[in-house]
T-cell receptor
């Protein structure tokens, strides 16, 4: 059974640029959620995808968007990067919200 | 007011000590409750679910008080390997079941 894998592990971007983060869900899981974790804070829910549709969103602006593919993998896209977007981005897969498994995250630094 | 509030710590305790963490949540409709553990620069991992009847897993005991909207975690006989950040997590049993995290309590067990 493979776990959740995220890529890349680290990334440095310039303010105003766009970034795409990728996540492969755990085998048997059909739901992918994305979280942003700033330094010293708990993870904050960005959005969730089920059957290739967004079915829940946290308090994040529209420049945060995502996709889920037929194989349940997912992408998180962030446009017009801001310095405050620097954080650890965590992907979690689950079976419709049960049995969350987190990936090891992508650490994004915006300079 | 944050949806899930925790004392950030750090809690510095000697090996063998008993330590208790507390957490309060603001949404009375919250239905599921968890403690997650997060090691430095790693992803969160489920430590245990929390039930109204209380539950125990080895040295770890979790309690839920729905009337007070209060969750606790007790760690007995602390080990060096228990050093981590402990995250209190709640979710609502809607179709989405997104996880709402507290900011975490840092524990440092010292020899």
């Amino acid at each position: 059974e493979t776990g959740v894998t995220q890529s890349p592990t680290h990334l440095i971007k310039t303010r105003g640029q766009q970034v795409t983060l990728r996540c492969s869900s755990q085998s048997g899981h059909n739901t992918v959620s994305w979280y942003q974790q700033a330094l010293g804070q708990g993870p904050q829910f960005i959005f969730q995808y089920y059957r290739e549709e967004e079915n829940g969103r946290g308090n994040f602006p529209p420049r945060f968007s995502g996709l889920q593919f037929p194989n349940y993998s997912s992408e998180l896209n962030v446009n017009a990067l801001e310095l405050d977007d620097s954080a650890l981005y965590l992907c979690a897969s689950s079976l419709q919200g049960y049995g969350y498994t987190f990936g090891s995250g992508t650490r994004l630094t915006v300079v | 007011r944050k949806e899930v509030e925790q004392d950030p710590g750090p809690f510095n305790v000697p090996e063998g000590a008993t330590v208790a963490f507390n957490c309060t949540y603001s949404n009375s409709a919250s239905q599921s409750f968890f403690w997650y553990r997060q090691d430095c620069r790693k992803e969160p991992k489920l430590l245990m679910s929390v039930y109204s009847s209380g539950n125990e897993d080895g040295r770890f005991t979790a309690q839920l008080n729905r009337a007070s909207q209060y969750i606790s975690l007790l760690i007995r006989d602390s080990k060096l390997s228990d050093s981590a950040t402990y995250l209190c997590v709640v979710t609502m049993d809607t179709g989405r079941r997104a996880l709402t995290f507290g900011s975490g309590t840092r524990l440092q067990v010292q020899p």
